[in-house]
């Protein structure tokens, strides 16, 4: 399964794919994950989107997502969803 997700710390605003992100149990919730950024080491639960923006999937664009879509795909290069923001969108 591919995940092209970026993500930007709502912290320290550095750019982090997905699979470079921290993560580790929570000790306090067995069900929970926590995440955290790779360069500033500020973590968060896994409600990721108190701690990171979601970034538009378009290659070199570093905008806030707001839009998305199933792509019918679950192979393709954004495991069968797109998060682009409003210049990229599919409207």
Known sequence: ??????????ECGAITKDSDLL????PF????????????FTSTSFEISTGFDVLCDEPGCTNIASCG???GNKDDDWNGYRYT???????
């Not at 069900?31 to 500033?40: A, N, R, Y």
């Open 1 to 10: 399964m591919k995940n092209n997700t970026k993500w930007r710390c709502t």
């Open 23 to 26: 993560r580790a149990p929570s």
């Open 29 to 40: 919730n067995s069900t929970e994950i926590l995440c955290g950024c790779p360069h500033c």
């Open 69 to 71: 879509w199933p792509t």
């Open 85 to 91: 923001c409003l210049q990229h969108s599919k409207i």
